[in-house]
Structures are given as C-alpha cells and as structure tokens.
C-alpha cells in the first residue's frame, strides 16, 4: 500500500516535472510568440502610422486633385460652351455669307442684264448715228442739188430776162414794119394801077408784121408766167435751201448728240464690264471664304464634339476620382481603427 502510495506519488512528481517542463517550455515558446506579436505589433502600428500619414497625404493630394478636376470640368464645360457658341456664330456667319452670296449673284445677273441692254444701246446707238451721218451726207447731196436748182432758175430767170428783152426788139420791129406797109400802101394808093402790085406786097408784109406782133405778144405771155413760176421757184429753192441748211444743223447737232451718247454708252458699257468683271472676283473671294467657313464650321464642330468626350471623360475621371477619395476616407478610417486596436492591445 505504502509502495503504491510512493509509486503514486513518485510517478506523479515525475509526471508533474515533465509537465512543468513542458510548461516552461511552452511559456518560452508563448513569451517568443508574443514577443513575435509584440514586435509584429509594433512593426503593424509603425506601418498604420505611415499609412494614416500616407493616407493623409494621399486625401489631401486627392483633394487637390478634385479641385483640379472640378475647375478642369469647369474649364471643359466653359470651353464646351465657347466651341458651341463659336459654332452657332460660324454657323450664323456661314448663313450671312450665303445670304450675302445670294445677293451677289442677283447683283450679278442684274449687273449682266444691264450690260447686255447697254450692248444692245450701244449698238442702237452706233447703227443711229451710221444712219445720221447717212442723212447728214443725203442732206448735203440734196443741198447741193438745190444749189443747183436755184442756180438754174436765177439762169432761166435771166434767159427769160434776155428773151423779153429780145421779144421787145420784135415787137417794136413788128410796130414799123407795120408802119412801114401803111406807108407802102398810101403810097401804093397814090401811085393807081401802077402801085397795085406793090399794095399786094405791102399788105403782106402789114399781116405778116401784125403776125409777128401777135406771135411776140403770146410768147410774150408765156414768158411772163415762166418768169412767174421761176420767181415762185425760186423763193421755193430759197426756202429748200434754208431749210436744208436748217435740216443740216439739226442733223449735225442730232450726230453730236448721237455721238455723246454713243460715248456715253460705250464708257458705261466699259464701266459695266470692269464692274461685272469686280463681282466675280468679289464673288469668287465669297466663294473661298465660304469655303474656309465651311471647314472651319466642319473643325470647330468636329473640335466641340472632342471637346464633348473629352468632357465626359473627366466626368468619368471625376467620378473614379470620388470612388477613389471615398475609398481612401474607408481606408482611413479602418487605420484608425486598427490603431485604436493596436493601442487597446497594448494596454
């Protein structure tokens, strides 16, 4: 009994130093093992400490960086609206060149029109004075052929002059021939039988003065009714011929006129020329600036529309940025609760 009791007793100081042994020896192993937390501890609390410092200068620096993307959103959105309304204005300018180029091409075909009827003037105007210096050179002809006329009556009045003149001579031979027979036949009268043949002879001679008379006396007549008509004539050829030469004056001042104006018509027909050759260079500058607008209008819309998605991506830049800022106030946060932790491990 004894011995069992010693047995007991023996075995159990034999197993109480083996399990005091390896107690002590898992205390060592447990101090290792917290001296190894303590140290990983210390090591988690120096690294929660840079990272709720890094985490800082990380929140701070992301608030800049919102800032930033706030006012370069801003800029976007302002600039969006400057390439907009530089748009809408190239846009309206673009309208105002077409409308303006519309006006041109009336001005154009108006300006053509014009030409074309001062052509047609001009060449009226040419055919006109052919025509004048036609009549002018008809006028002259006739002149001339009135000068002639008046000069052949002023001759025939003058023949007609020496005709009475003559035909006076006639009549006044004719009056003593005729006396000359009356003698003849008294005497003829005075001399019987004897002088009969002689107051045949004398009779004869008194008919054929008597004859001869008459005969001066028509022609006389007719003489005097063609010096007449020649002296109506000639007032008519003096009135032809003033009014000729008035015909000639007037046509003269008409083929001066005709000539100012054909003048006229030709420097406006030149001045329309130089004009409509000014429009189309005017309307071909209208043409390359449209053209220029054009592209400009097709680059700002094509930039507006860059503009756009370069404005959607900062947006979405933007919005990761807050997902980023809002992940990094959680990361914070678990910091401070890990040091919290840690602290509360310590104590």
Known sequence: MINSIFLVIYFSNKWGSQIITKATAKEEEVNKLVLKLQTTLDKVGES?????????????NMNSIVESSSESTKTMNEMVKGTEHQ????????SNMTKAMDDVNRAKEISEQISNNSA?????????????????????????A????????????????????????ITEISEQTNLLSLNASIESARAGEQGKGFAVVAEEVRKLAEQSAMTANNIQEITDVISSNSLAAVN??????????EGNTLLNEIGE???????????????????????????????????????????????????????????????????????????????????EMLYNIEQ
């Open 236 to 245: 008519k050829v003096n009135q032809g011929e003033k009014a000729v030469e």
């Open 146 to 169: 009135v000068s002639a006329a008046l000069a052949t009556v002023n001759e025939l009045q003058t023949n007609i002059g020496d005709i009475n003149e003559s035909l006076g001579g």
């Open 48 to 60: 929660s400490s840079v990272l709720i410092n890094n985490v800082s200068m990380l929140e701070s």
């Open 257 to 339: 006129y005709f000539k100012d104006v054909e003048t006229a018509v030709n420097e406006t027909f030149a001045l329309l020329n130089a004009e409509n050759k000014m429009i189309n260079d005017v309307l071909n500058k209208f043409i390359q600036v449209q053209e220029r607008i054009e592209n400009i209008a097709s680059i700002s819309e094509e930039h507006s529309a860059s503009n756009q998605e370069i404005l959607a991506a900062i947006e979405n830049e933007n919005s990761d940025i807050l997902s980023i800022k809002d992940s990094i106030q959680e990361i914070k946060q678990m910091s401070a609760m890990l040091n």
């Open 87 to 94: 748009a809408a204005s190239i846009n309206e300018i673009n």
């Open 120 to 144: 047609l003037i001009s060449e009226k105007v040419s055919e006109g004075t052919k025509k004048i210096s036609a009549m002018i050179t008809q006028m002259q002809t006739i002149n001339q």
